[in-house]
């Protein structure tokens, strides 16, 4: 058997084949189906069903790509994918990857590459400036960033974390409690069952789809009434269904007097916040412990990288800090350096850090704002001409750039709207369930999308309707 590592000089040839392919691939996926048209198992029936003995040709793969991935694939980078939040990528995140997988950094300690600890840690706090995050978050002091692989691991280690604080003051693990409101992410009901917290209460949400403070307040006195422990909290800026934002202030409030930890949940919507007429989506955060948003959905940088602040490290670093032998050296010890292991479920981590890097250096701030800008404009104009048309109705306030849309004719009207909208592949929308009514959700945020495409769109619910 002879060599059959990838020369350097494959490699590069390779290489700027399979970046024409992206390029070609990015040039025209707005006229592809946005969703994928296969039957369940068609993939799995092109694929030979044992491993290959013999090394391939490379251009077998990449023909296989063409024939057997691409029509597989929910276009997620269409600009006419407007479904669920956009999980959005661009050319600097696209090569930041890249330079990642060659460098193949396994980041897990400082000592095991100094610069992937540094720059995260560096990144992480430019975006709390860019957010105006209160300074507890920003390293320096006894706070910080990380970057975690998504929102619901950042729900997660809050909640361990808070969990063990509270034990730590003394609580059972039985009398611990979790707030969220009916509309938080199913990621907290998950992560409180992971953490194995037993009680979760489900608050009210006021006309608005918000956390309704009042009824938080008699939730918490209940439980302390009957001597059990609130633990956590959870608001949401921006919630899945209907972009509602939780009124952070008085939740802080609550939480401060209960001595209970309070994560806030800014996934999506965070981000707005970059823009200074969006700002008020992250005022309110006097009393949060984390902070998390995803620069994978709206920040053109590819998943994973959902970035997480903690208003003090020391609880996180309690719950998951382990040093077994082989991990030990002089930098951890010398307690000089951050060790991200310690703030996250697993010991390994990529380096997401460089893709956030050269999304920021390759934009700029101003360039971000620009673009941020640009899709809460469309989303305002699109929601203008729902509003001016009697066959729609919004069916929650849009405080940024998703809209939950009905028709007028009611649930099955809206439902079968839907359907055939996306039956046409010239767009992708996804659905919710407000007040117990059907409401199409439009989510505009893809990298790609332009006024053209949400014209597109808007002559579909024209002419469907
Ligand atoms: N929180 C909110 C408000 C979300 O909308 C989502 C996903 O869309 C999540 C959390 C989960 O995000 P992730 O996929 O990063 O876990």
């Not at 590459?113 to 720059?119: G, K, Y």
């Not at 608001?235 to 209970?260: E, N, Y």
């Not at 959700?441 to 006024?451: D, E, K, N």
Request: glycine share 8%; net charge negative.
């Amino acid at each position: 058997m002879t060599d059959r590592h990838m020369t350097s000089a494959e490699l590069r040839a390779r290489g700027h084949q399979m970046i024409d392919w992206v390029a070609d691939y990015l040039d025209g996926v707005e006229e592809l189906s946005v969703l994928s048209q296969v039957e369940p198992g068609w993939v799995t029936a092109q694929l030979p069903s044992n491993p290959p003995d013999k090394g391939e040709s490379f251009d077998a793969v990449i023909a296989d790509l063409d024939r057997i991935v691409l029509p597989g694939l929910t276009h997620w980078q269409s600009p006419r994918f407007f479904a669920y939040f956009p999980a959005n990528t661009s050319g600097p995140s696209i090569l930041g990857e890249l330079a990642a997988a060659g460098l193949g950094v396994q980041g897990m300690l400082w000592a095991t590459s100094p610069a992937c600890t540094e720059l995260e840690t560096v990144v992480v706090d430019w975006v709390a400036q860019l957010l105006d995050l209160p300074e507890r978050f920003r390293m320096g002091g006894p706070g910080g960033g990380v970057i975690q692989d998504s929102a619901s691991s950042s729900a997660l280690v809050a909640l361990l974390a808070a969990r063990d604080r509270a034990r730590a003051r003394g609580a059972a693990l039985d009398d611990l409690v979790v707030y969220v409101s009916s509309q938080t992410h199913s990621s907290l009901v998950k992560g409180a069952r992971i953490a194995a917290i037993p009680n979760l209460r489900t608050v009210e949400v006021d006309g608005s789809f918000a956390m309704w403070p009042g009824a938080l307040a008699k939730a918490m006195d209940d439980d302390v009434a009957a001597g059990r422990v609130p633990a956590m909290v959870c608001g949401t800026v921006g919630t899945t269904a209907s972009h509602a934002i939780d009124p952070l202030a008085a939740i802080g409030d609550l939480c401060h007097r209960h001595q209970a930890w309070f994560h806030v949940d800014a996934a999506h919507l965070g981000i707005a916040g970059m823009c200074r007429e969006m700002a008020w989506v992250n005022h309110g955060l006097e009393h949060a412990d984390s902070y998390n948003t995803n620069a994978h959905k709206w920040l053109f940088t590819n998943f994973d990288c959902s970035l997480m602040w903690v208003a003090d490290r020391a609880p996180v670093l309690e719950s998951l800090s382990i040093l077994p032998d082989y991990l030990r050296n002089q930098a951890t010890e010398s307690g000089a350096v951050i060790d991200y292991r310690d703030w996250q479920v697993p010991l390994g981590r990529r380096f997401r850090a460089l893709k956030l890097w050269m999304v920021m250096r390759h934009y700029g701030a101003d360039g971000l704002r620009h673009h941020l800008r640009e899709h809460l404009a469309l989303a305002a104009d699109l929601a203008s001409r729902f509003e001016a048309d009697p066959r729609f109705e919004l069916a929650a306030p849009v405080p940024a750039t998703l809209l939950c849309v009905r028709l007028a004719a009611g649930d099955e009207a809206s439902r079968e709207l839907l359907d055939a909208i996306n039956q046409t592949g010239r767009a992708y929308l996804s659905h919710a369930v407000l007040d117990d009514r059907h409401v199409i959700r439009v989510s505009i945020g893809s990298t790609l999308t332009t006024r053209r495409h949400v014209d597109d769109l808007w002559s579909l619910f024209d002419k469907l309707a």
